[in-house]
């Protein structure tokens, strides 16, 4: 089995990219992490795919002009390591035009709500704020406008008495972390 070679872009703790990390160390998993790129030189993320002996690169967008610029930066990094697919895990920048459509069908996004609900970056608090009895997260493809791709996967986490956005956040993490490594699978070919 020739494996897919996956890059995955950060800002933080990458818990979804160690989830990933580790779907990857199965034998029987179709592909590898072949770099990391974080936009934060603090992301813990950075250590923890060091950990496992994956390049991490920091690429920060404020060393760029404009965003074209930064993600041709990015470009490159994904090229040099032959990436195939890329994997978007708590990366919190807006991708140019030009770079996810040179990515479409191949570029993931993993968001903590059952989309189209609670798009954006506060999506749990939101969820929380708006007293639903359910929220969950979802693996889409990336397409121009923000956490409105086509889906591929979703989880259901329900509200529970007491619930906090923290208590929140770390049921949806658990379901985050099951369904990504499966989404990745379903765009690879048998
Ligand atoms: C996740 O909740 C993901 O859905 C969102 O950002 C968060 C990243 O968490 N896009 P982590 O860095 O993977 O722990």
Redesign the pocket.
């Known amino acids: 089995m020739t494996k897919k070679k996956i890059g995955v872009l ?8 160690q989830a990933l990390i580790d779907a990857c160390t199965k034998a029987d998993y179709p592909a590898s992490i072949s770099v990391v790129i974080s936009n934060k030189a603090d992301a813990y ?1 950075v250590n923890r795919a060091r950990e496992h002996g994956i390049p991490a690169h920091i690429i920060r967008h404020e060393d760029y002009a404009t965003r074209d610029a930064f993600d041709d930066a990015m470009q490159e990094m994904l090229l040099h390591h032959s990436v195939d697919i890329i994997c ?4 919190m920048r807006l991708l140019s035009p030009v770079f996810v459509a040179r990515w479409r069908g191949r570029i993931l ?4 709500s059952l989309l189209p609900q609670f798009k954006g970056a506060t999506a ?1 608090r939101d969820a929380l704020a708006a007293g639903v009895k359910e929220t969950g ?1 979802t693996v889409h493809l990336v397409t121009d406008e923000v956490d409105a791709g086509p889906i591929l996967l979703q989880a259901r986490v329900p509200m529970l008495p007491g619930d906090t956005e923290e208590s929140l ?1 770390e049921r ?2 658990e379901q ?1 972390h099951r369904i990504y490594p499966e989404a990745v699978k379903m765009i690879i070919p048998a």
Do not use: Q, T
């Not at 950060?10 to 990219?17: M, P, Q, R, V």
């Open positions: 950060i800002s933080g703790n990458g818990s979804n990219l993320g978007l895990a708590g990366f996004n993993i968001h903590p749990v997260c956040r949806i993490h985050e």
